[in-house]
């Protein structure tokens, strides 16, 4: 009884072996069918094989025949093809937000959309990379959550933390809850980041996602939709230097003409460049001024100079002598 059950799912099992066993480097004869499809108790002749390699057709399966010395039949089209597995690869081996464990059941998960084979290759591209990922294991519920809150118009409820030197979680707001109303997650400078509106502040505000405990959904509706639709996310993530708030203006910067491919990565291909004739362009963009922007102008290697406004300019001054300042008490 229990051959004859498994003969009814004959074609499935034909389909996984297919996927799992072949691909264009690896094809596999009609006996080879049989003999995979025996070791799991189902029996197969010839031609019924014929017919349900001609059934996958015509269920959208790309089963190519190759004629040499032997027939033999692969899966040629997939819904990824290796390339593009392993972008997704590294994009989830890259990622500090997916925890190491999440990370690999993600390209366990990823590896079976491929050949065995061609897994093997995926699983040599994770082992050459030794990024640093992090230990917060919620975060991968922590996005679903928040998710289906955006899904269903819903506030939610969290407590937000920062990392100490005694490496240990202290809560803002003495483990008060904050309720902020969901809009958008954005991933960016490797952080995932939730977008949300605050009623208490009448804001647009962000929360890296790793560092929120105990999500709740609660019931009320979401609030300050008007305010969110101003906002353009690609363009309030290019100014937000480090997703650290500041202040937002429209900045003048004075840069070497090497320096446009870094200036255009930063604020997008759309930012209008004036030559200057003296091997330098002038730029007008939009940032949140902080530290985190002085410090990305600081580290272009006096390439990149604030000239406007005169008030930005001065707040960068002292932000340099605070610097020099500092390093001269630590250092004396």
Not at 8 to 29: N, S
Not at 34 to 54: F, H, I, N, P, T
Not at 105 to 133: C, D
Not at 285 to 310: K, M
Request: charge should be neutral; charged fraction near 25%.
């Amino acid at each position: 009884m229990a051959k004859q059950a498994n003969q009814k799912l004959k074609l499935l099992l034909l389909r996984d072996i297919l996927r799992r066993e072949t691909d264009e480097q690896h094809p596999i004869t009609l006996e080879q069918m049989r003999e995979l499809l025996a070791a799991q108790g189902v029996s197969a002749e010839r031609k019924s094989l014929y017919d349900d390699l001609e059934q996958l057709r015509l269920l959208g399966e790309d089963v190519v025949t190759v004629r040499d010395r032997s027939v033999r039949y692969y899966i040629g089209q997939r819904e990824f093809d290796l390339p593009q597995l392993r972008l997704l690869v590294d994009a989830v081996q890259s990622s500090k937000f997916i925890t190491r464990r999440k990370s690999e059941q993600l390209i366990r998960q990823l590896e079976g959309l491929t050949s065995r084979h061609m897994a093997g290759q995926l699983q040599r591209q994770v082992l050459v990379s030794g990024r640093i990922k992090n230990m917060n294991e919620s975060i991968y519920y922590n996005v679903d959550s928040l998710q289906a809150a955006i899904a269903d118009n819903r506030q939610v409820e969290f407590r937000y933390f920062d990392w100490g030197a005694d490496k240990k979680q202290h809560l803002r707001r003495e483990g008060a809850a904050y309720t902020v109303s969901p809009w958008a997650l954005t991933w960016d400078d490797e952080n995932y980041y939730l977008i949300a509106y605050e009623e208490a502040s009448d804001s647009i505000r962000h929360y890296r996602v790793d560092r929120m405990l105990r999500i709740t959904v609660i019931h009320q509706p979401r609030q300050g939709e008007a305010l969110f639709r101003q906002q353009d996310m690609a363009v309030y993530s290019r100014k937000t230097f480090g997703m650290f708030g500041g202040e937002a203006q429209v900045v003048t910067l004075r840069c070497a003409d090497r320096m446009a491919g870094v200036v255009l990565d930063r604020f997008g291909q759309e930012t209008t460049l004036f030559p200057q004739e003296d091997g330098h362009f002038t730029v007008r963009v939009p940032v949140a001024v902080s530290p985190q922007f002085f410090a990305w102008v600081t580290g272009l290697d006096n390439e990149v100079h604030i000239t406007a406004p005169a008030a930005v300019v001065e707040e960068y001054r002292q932000y340099l002598a605070s610097i020099l300042q500092t390093m001269d008490e630590v250092t004396t």
